[in-house]
């Protein structure tokens, strides 16, 4: 795959202790991290994804794949029509490279791994429910499908309902192709017992944004922001 193996959505924060506690409230578990980075980093995980929490500021989330013999990617990842808006490949820092796909959504591609993933059971799942996807909006869902799959990822035929989007999968991240305008990119949990689940988070004090898109209201889904500003989208999954 050209992009290498998906590791984490980096998030910038300004307080990582502050965004720890709050994934952990959730049940996201606590990685190993190593010293690759000079800021104040920590990572979590369902299981299903990770986060990375970041120190830093650049433009968050930042979707994060580890791709070993990078300098060599370089010519592919042009050849395939990927805008290269970044390369640093140095002595003295992580080898790292920004992309940009065509929503304008940035990408990066790290030399080597940051953290090691803690030993969770194939049943563990946060109170979230389901991590399906990383949603991206975007005004035309031929073209952003046909990206990603220069990419290796296989998309899937396009919905209209319950909202109008494609599904770009791969082995270890999901995309979720919308063609609506949302506020931003966003995190999407699935559970067929969300509504319990959201007035679960709602009795514990969790608040949950009012202003969202009116085609995700009308299919009752609900919005969570997490303290460093991620979106966190809740929606109801078809019972079995």
Known sequence: MPLGRFLEISLATTDVAESLAFYESLGFV???????????YAVVTDGRVSLGLHGAEFESPLPTWVAPSLRERLATLAALGVPIEDVR????????????????????????RTFSPPALSPAHSSTLGYFEEFA???????AAAAFWERLGFVA???VLEPLPKVVAASRDLNLGLYGIDLTAPMLVFSDATMPDRIESLRDRGYRFTQRMPRELLAV???????????????????AD
């Open 220 to 238: 009752g889904a609900t919005l969570l922001e997490a303290p460093e500003g991620t979106q966190l989208l809740l929606l109801k999954a078809p």
């Open 136 to 142: 991206l909006a975007t005004l035309d869902l031929a």
């Open 89 to 112: 490949l140095d002595d003295v820092a992580m080898h790292q490279v920004l992309l940009r796909e065509p929503s304008g959504q940035r990408l990066r591609l790290l030399e080597a």
């Open 30 to 40: 606590q990685a190993s991290v190593g010293e690759a980075w000079p800021h104040p």
């Open 156 to 158: 899937f035929e396009p």
